[in-house]
Each structure stands twice: as structure tokens, then as C-alpha cells.
């Protein structure tokens, strides 16, 4: 079965303090890995989409890679306005729609 | 900027009734996007359009219908409101050469269903 799991749930940073995001992901055939932010009582914004083992993107304080089970979403020196839920998707499988995970949800404190 | 409203950001229904969520975007997109969003579920995905008037069925479909009259509105019709069907409502489009590339989300709705 397709499955996209995000850790940790939950992540509390200092301003400043560096940390990751993981995705892991089981799909047949992955066409392209989503990573979308999302704010309280909003729609989720797309971040980043990568294709292939080995891909970087990079966007401010967020860099986005992609091995061949997981993905990562690196935060260098987050602010406080980094706060929001992170969102993991796949494209692939047998079905051909959008797996998302559960996100994980970041706070920074300054 | 692409823009996708939702026609509203509460709604309150009683079981039974039947309910209409529209969505409009203005980027000429193809495709269009209904999930669906609760807590420790994540995002799933109810209908999708890829053009006018056509419609595919998406992870959990059942006791919902959509409508793709126009190329820019999709609307997410609840023939028989449940209080299962409480949750938050998100549309999204994307353009046609990248099917799932890029998805742009509206606001949500979060409809609760008494």
C-alpha cells in the first residue's frame, strides 16, 4: 500500500536552531515528491517539488532533498514567521493521485 | 499570483441537508481539485476535474458528487449532509502540463455539519 509518514508530529525550535523535517515514502513508481507549508486556517502553499534520487531545491532557510525512500526538509536558522505546518506529498503508485502525509508541525520560538 | 477562492470560509448545516461548496480560480487552469482535511488524516483527495464537464473519483468519493459546468468554477456538492462530513474543504488547480505540479490551494471551508 502507498504510504507517505512525516517525522516528528510536532518540532519546537529556538530562533536560530537548525533542524530537519523527514518524509519517508513507499509508492511504486514515485513521479514527484511535494513539500507544501501551511498556516492556520489556511490553504497549504507549495514549497518545493522534486523528481529524482539525489535533487536539491532550495528556498530562503529551506532545502528541500530526495533519496530514493525519504525526503528531507532542512531549516537553517529559522524565524519565528518559519512557524507553520509542513506537508509531505507523493505522486506514483497504482492509483496516480496525491498522497499526502500528516504534516509536521513546526514552531520557533524567538 | 494565481488566486482559488471558496465560496465560503464557515458553514454550518444540519444533517440532511443538501450542501453546495464552489470554488473559483483565475489562472485558466485545467485542472481542479477537491480534499478533504482532519486531524490525523492528512489531506485526502474527494474529486478531481481535469477539463469541462469531466470528472474522476478520488480516494474516499462516496457521498459526495461534483459539478464542472465552467472551466474556472468546480463545486463540491453533499447530497445528504452527515456530521462525518464535518471537516476542513480545500480546492486547488493546477495548470495542464503538469498534472499534480504546483497545486494552488484555496482558504478551505470548514463546514460543520450539526
Known amino acids: 500500500e502507498d504510504q507517505v509518514t512525516q517525522s516528528p508530529e510536532a518540532l519546537r525550535l529556538q530562533e536560530g536552531e537548525s533542524s530537519s523535517l523527514n518524509c519517508s515514502y513507499t509508492?511504486?513508481?514515485?513521479?514527484?515528491l511535494f513539500w507544501y507549508r501551511q498556516d492556520p486556517g489556511k490553504g497549504p502553499e507549495f514549497l518545493f517539488t522534486?523528481?529524482?534520487a539525489g535533487e536539491e531545491k532550495e528556498k530562503e532557510r529551506l532545502k528541500a532533498t530526495l533519496t530514493k525512500k525519504e525526503s528531507f526538509l532542512h531549516i537553517t536558522a529559522p524565524k519565528p514567521e518559519d512557524s507553520a505546518t509542513y506537508l509531505c506529498?507523493?505522486?506514483?503508485?497504482?492509483?496516480?493521485?496525491?498522497?499526502f502525509g500528516k504534516g509536521t508541525k513546526l514552531s520557533v520560538k524567538p | 499570483d494565481v488566486k482559488v477562492t471558496q465560496s465560503s470560509r464557515y458553514l454550518v448545516k444540519r444533517t440532511g441537508e443538501k450542501v453546495f461548496l464552489e470554488c473559483v480560480q483565475d489562472?485558466?487552469?485545467?485542472?481542479m481539485f477537491w480534499y478533504r482535511q482532519d486531524p490525523g488524516l492528512g489531506l485526502r483527495l474527494i474529486y478531481f476535474?481535469?477539463?469541462?464537464?469531466?470528472?474522476e473519483k478520488g480516494d474516499i468519493p462516496e457521498g459526495y458528487s461534483v459539478s464542472r459546468e465552467k472551466k474556472e468554477r468546480f463545486s463540491l456538492i453533499l447530497e445528504s449532509a452527515s456530521t462525518n462530513q464535518t471537516s476542513m474543504y480545500l480546492c486547488a488547480s493546477s495548470p495542464p502540463d503538469r498534472v499534480y505540479n504546483e497545486q494552488f490551494f484555496g482558504p478551505g471551508t470548514r463546514l460543520t455539519v450539526l
Open positions: 476535474s481535469y477539463d469541462v464537464k469531466m470528472k
Open positions: 509508492v511504486s513508481g514515485l513521479r514527484g
Open positions: 506529498a507523493v505522486l506514483g503508485g497504482s492509483q496516480g493521485n496525491l498522497i
Open positions: 522534486l523528481y529524482s
Open positions: 489562472m485558466d487552469h485545467e485542472n
